[in-house]
């Protein structure tokens, strides 16, 4: 799973490419969690839009909550957009915002990245 991030002053931007696989991105955010800058990070700006294709199952989702919820409990409050195209990937975000809901950290679903951006900033 080819990945980059841009770091910002109070979050990122992670863009993934290629096959992306539910271990790779538990991976890449445990790699995140682990880096000294995400101490100071409000928000995560999750970009799928040029993925190729996503190797993830319903069955999947329920361990990106619980990482996400562990570190939740030192982070606190944290906000991650994820950024789907309109496909069949659009449902899994759901299912992932659904099983997040009433957690410390907040998930929403959009198009565009300048969506996204403008809704993190809003909370930043």
């Known amino acids: ?12 931007y992670r863009i993934f490419s290629g096959l992306v696989s539910a271990e790779e991105i ?9 880096d000294v800058r995400f101490s100071n990070a409000r928000y995560i700006i999750n970009d ?6 996503l ?6 989702l329920p361990a990106f909550a619980s990482t996400d919820e562990m570190v939740s409990q030192l982070k606190h409050e944290f906000t991650i957009a994820l950024v789907v195209p309109q496909n069949a990937y659009v449902g899994l975000a759901k299912s992932l915002c659904e099983l997040t ?13 300048d969506d996204a951006l403008k809704w993190v900033n ?3």
Not at 1 to 12: A, F, K, R, T
Not at 101 to 113: N, S
């Open 55 to 60: 190797s993830i199952q319903p069955a999947d």
């Open 26 to 34: 538990l991976e890449s955010n445990l790699e995140l969690y682990n």
């Open 1 to 12: 799973m080819p990945h980059s991030i841009i770091w910002e002053s109070v979050g990122l």
């Open 48 to 53: 799928f839009t040029e993925i190729s294709d």
């Open 101 to 113: 809901k009433d957690k410390r950290f907040e998930y929403a679903i959009f198009q565009t990245v």
């Open 122 to 124: 809003s909370r930043v």
